[in-house]
Structure formats: structure tokens, C-alpha cells
């Protein structure tokens, strides 16, 4: 590909050292929600050949077999249901609200609360080659660890965790059970993990990321998971999922627009000349994306504009060096690769304007102002993205519309055009104070919450917690201490603790 094939078409092909780099945006995010996303884990770490395209065949597969076995007046072997009952389980205990525009549509949509569930549901797409949010998660976990041996040893837990084993209740061992004598293809068992990227560590050191936050709070979600039913348990780790990938998300297009920025300023002859400066320059010191309180769609939407400007000025000067006969470092995988790009640029500068690399940018950015501004396309996809995973989720049949709790973003007003504001659902408020407090000893204010909570792009002010719905939300769940005589204000109270029985062993 050369630089005049990247102009005309600038988003169908990336520069290598753009699309490989391990702070690329991969997988690129679309439409999700929670629980799509816990689906795709279930078949990333644990069902070998389950690609998110098969889910919607599957679901149509299990209705036939589910109207067979109802005209023949007989169920497979190992069942315990009959088909009525087993048809009902899955269409109203264990409905999982559609949307409104998917109120005429059938097809298979359950709550994810156990492994084979999400061989037939719980889809991205119902038609078409979906993305497959799983592989972000996957992504995260590696990218925020410290090593490679950790990593694994997070996605290990993370699998032993999923499983239904003989510490989960008897209902998710039931639903397990009667799910596999249905739709025994294919079988749950860990899927052997690739290794991802790490960050590099002479960065990780030196910052802080929601990917690592997202790492240390999925390993207390799992930790807790004996201490509860298995539905609990899940809505638990969907908010910690939602919040996670979103945040990261965000985090990315900050990263790519301030590594731009340097680059453009290299092509002026400025730019960070080492390590040092190229990490202060590349990685934001923190991320302010959702403003307790305030409307956040408009900000994330200003941020994904910058990305996707980011995206075409960093590919066309990576393009341009390479038609120079200038291999681009690797710009986007640490702060060493921008400032090496980043002298790149700086050498050659006089035979990369030569190239028109400034002509064809300034070419794209009027050319391609809806997909920029965020109309169609990629940024109209991480915009949705968004919305979907953080929005408290809006249903066909309003009976459910108490259905999601974990939400980070919900309606100001009861009118469909009410602007989406971000505040916190009951589970999403226990997972975090949970998360907030494990690994701690002794008593923590809501000070700590806060600064827990800004690790994700969260802003708030921790004095503003006692007056507005936050504060509102810890009292009425038992979260907190609230003494005004006391120094610390609002102490955070653990939300799970082992319950030991009078001469238990445990």
C-alpha cells in the first residue's frame, strides 16, 4: 500500500506499525452491552470453535430441537425438564430484556449466568461477522499486568471462576447440567491462551492505567464469589466489565491523540527527543471521561473525534516515511517507540513534505468530516459501544425496565430524549466499594472510593459524596459509616464478609 492507496481509502488499511502496535485500538469496539461481553468471555476462555458468528445458528438450532422433542412428547437423555418447561426456563426465568427495536425480532437473548448458556446467546450481531468484545477483555488483562506469568494466572482464575463446579449453587449447577444435555456441542473447557501484549515496563512503572485497576478489581470480583449466589455474582463482575473496557477504550483515544500531537509536532520540528518526554507527551496523567453527575457522551465523543484524527495523521506519516524508503518505528507501543518515530520524522522532515504528507491530511480531514465527527463509521461504532456497555439498559417490555442495575450512565428524565448522565447502579456501587476495599486493612473513608472510582475516568469530588445520589446509594445499601462528629466523615463498609457458623471449621 502507498501513501496515494492510503488517501483514498484511509480506513480500510492501516500501516502495519500502526494496526500491530500494543496500544492499538484491537479489537476495534462495536455495539455491546454487559452481557454480550460476559458471553464473549465465556467463549474466548472457555469454548474452543464457538466463533460469535455461530451464536444466532445455535439459538436456532437449540427452538428446533426444542420443538422436536415437543411434537415426539420426548427429551434428550440426561434431561430433567421436559421441553415446555425447559422452553419456559429459557423464554421467561431466565429472559434477558430485548431491546426496542428488536421487539418484533426472534431469536434467543438469556441472562448469561452460566457457561452453555452463551454457546447460543448473548451475540454482538444476530446476522454478519460480529466482533468479539471477549478479546478486549483478554487484551486488558495482559496489558494491565506486570508480566506475562501474571496475566496467566488472572485468566486461569478468571476460567476456574466461570466454571460451574461443586461451590456454586444448586441452581447454577442444575442450569449447567440441563443446558449441556440439550446443547452438549461444544464442551466447556479452557480455551490455551495466546499471550497478548504487555505494556512496556519501563512505562508501566511510570503510570497509571485502567487497564491495571481493571486487573487488581477482577481479581477481588473473583475472590468473592463463594461468598454468594451465582446471579449475584455475575451482575458483579458485568459492572466491573463494563466499566473496565470503557474506560480503556476511552484511555486508548486519549493516548492516540496526545502520541499525534508529538508526531505533529515532529513534523514541525519539535516533538519529545527521548523516553522521558515522549511519556509525558503520549500517556494522560489521568482520565476525567465521566463527570459524576454530568452529561459524559458528548465528552467521550469529543475524545473519539481525536482519535480518529490521531488515526489518520499517524497512518499518513507513517505511510509517507515509508515511501521515503524509512521503515516507522514502532510510534504507538511505548514512550521509546514515539520519541524513536518521532526523531524519525524530525530527520527526514524536508522529504516528507515533499511527499505532500500535510496536503493529505488536510485532504482526508475535509473529506472525511462524518466520519470524523463521529456520523457513520468507526466513531459512530465506539460511540455506540459505549452508550450500549455503560447505559442502564432501556427495554421492549417496560415490566423489566428494573432488569439491569449495574449501569454507570443513566436517563436524567423519563423522556426519550433525556441526556444520559453518569451515576452508579446499585451493583455497580457494591462491586466498586468491594474492588475499593480489598487488599486494605483498617477503616477507609469514601475519600478512597473516590480516588478508586477516578482510576476509571470517574471525576468527582469525595466532600460532594454525602449530598448526591452516591452518597444516597451507600446509605440505603448499608456501604457506609455516616458520622458528621467523626473526622473521616463516611466510613466505607465492607459489602461481603464470610459468614462462619458456631463451630464451623471454615
Given at each position: 500500500?502507498t501513501?496515494?492507496?492510503?488517501r ?20 476495534a469496539?462495536e455495539?455491546?452491552s ?7 468471555v465465556y ?12 451464536v444466532p445458528?445455535?439459538?436456532?438450532e437449540l ?5 422436536k ?5 420426548r ?8 421441553p415446555?418447561?425447559f ?6 426465568v ?5 431491546l ?9 437473548q ?11 446467546s448473548g ?15 483478554k ?5 494491565g ?10 485468566w486461569?482464575?478468571?476460567f ?17 447440567g ?15 491462551a ?5 505494556l ?10 485502567p487497564a491495571?485497576q ?33 474506560s ?5 483515544c486519549?493516548?492516540?491523540s496526545r502520541?499525534?500531537?508529538?508526531v ?13 518526554a515522549a ?5 494522560p ?5 465521566l ?6 457522551l ?9 482519535f480518529?484524527?490521531?488515526r489518520l495523521?499517524i ?29 524519525q ?11 505532500g504528507?500535510?496536503?493529505v491530511i ?28 455503560l ?7 417496560p ?8 449501569y ?16 452508579l ?19 477507609r473513608s469514601?475519600?478512597r472510593?473516590?480516588q478508586?472510582?477516578?482510576q476509571?475516568?470517574?471525576s ?18 448499608g456501604l457506609?459509616l ?25
Open positions: 500500500m501513501l496515494a492507496q492510503f483514498d481509502s484511509p480506513w480500510a488499511n492501516s500501516h502495519d506499525a500502526y494496526s500491530k502496535a500494543r496500544l492499538a485500538m484491537s479489537p469496539p455495539y455491546a454487559s452481557e454480550v461481553i460476559l458471553s464473549s467463549r474466548v476462555i472457555g469454548f474452543d470453535g464457538a466463533a460469535e458468528r455461530t445458528q445455535r439459538g436456532r427452538d428446533r430441537a426444542i420443538r422433542a415437543r411434537e415426539r412428547a427429551s434428550p437423555g440426561g434431561t430433567t425438564l421436559d415446555d418447561s422452553s419456559t426456563l429459557l423464554g421467561s431466565l429472559e434477558s430484556p430485548k426496542p427495536n428488536q421487539s418484533t425480532k426472534r431469536f434467543l438469556v441472562t448469561p449466568l452460566v457457561p452453555q448458556l452463551a454457546v447460543f451475540s454482538a450481531r444476530l446476522a454478519g461477522n460480529p466482533w468479539t468484545p471477549g478479546l478486549l477483555v487484551r486488558m488483562v495482559w496489558l499486568s506486570s508480566e506475562a506469568a501474571a496475566a496467566q494466572s488472572t486461569n482464575a478468571l476456574e471462576a466461570l466454571a460451574v463446579g461443586e461451590d456454586d449453587d444448586v441452581f447454577a449447577r442444575f442450569l449447567q440441563e443446558t449441556e444435555a440439550w446443547m452438549p456441542e461444544p464442551k466447556w473447557e479452557q480455551v490455551p495466546r499471550d497478548e501484549p504487555l512496556d515496563p519501563n512505562d508501566a512503572r511510570a503510570i497509571a492505567f491495571r481493571f486487573v487488581h478489581d477482577l481479581n477481588a470480583i473473583i475472590s468473592a464469589k463463594s461468598m454468594m449466589t451465582r446471579r449475584q455474582w455475575t451482575s458483579l463482575l458485568e459492572a466491573i466489565l463494563r466499566l473496565g473496557v470503557v480503556h477504550v476511552a484511555w486508548l486519549e493516548v492516540h502520541a499525534w500531537e508529538a505533529s509536532a515532529a513534523l514541525e520540528g519539535n516533538g519529545p527527543h527521548d523516553a522521558t511519556r509525558a507527551a503520549m500517556f496523567e489521568k482520565l476525567a471521561c463527570p459524576y453527575g454530568n452529561k459524559a458528548p465528552s467521550i465523543r469529543d475524545s473519539v473525534s481525536r480518529l484524527f490521531a495523521g497512518n499518513a506519516t507513517m505511510w509517507s516515511l515509508e515511501a521515503i524508503g524509512v521503515t516507522p518505528s514502532d510510534g504507538l507501543s511505548s514512550a521509546a517507540g514515539l520519541a524513536s518515530l518521532c526523531d520524522v524530525r530527520e527526514n522532515r524536508a522529504r516528507l513534505h515533499a511527499t504528507v500535510r496536503d488536510m485532504t482526508l480531514e475535509d473529506r472525511e468530516t462524518r466520519a470524523l465527527t463521529c456520523r457513520k463509521g468507526i466513531g459512530s461504532n465506539i460511540n455506540e459501544f459505549v452508550r450500549h456497555v447505559g442502564q439498559r432501556q427495554t421492549a417490555n415490566t423489566l425496565r428494573g432488569y439491569d442495575q449495574g454507570v450512565l443513566r436517563k436524567a428524565g423519563p423522556s426519550a430524549n433525556s441526556p444520559w448522565v453518569v451515576s447502579g446499585p451493583v455497580a456501587v457494591l462491586a466498586l466499594v468491594h474492588c475499593a476495599l480489598s487488599g486494605v486493612g483498617g477503616p469514601v475519600h472510593l473516590a478508586h472510582l477516578a476509571y475516568g470517574v468527582m469530588a469525595h466532600r460532594d459524596i454525602p449530598q448526591n445520589d452516591l452518597g444516597s446509594q451507600l446509605r440505603m445499601l457506609v455516616d458520622s458528621p462528629d467523626a473526622e473521616s466523615g463516611m466510613l466505607l463498609v465492607p459489602p461481603f464478609r464470610l459468614a462462619v457458623a458456631a463451630g464451623s471449621t471454615r
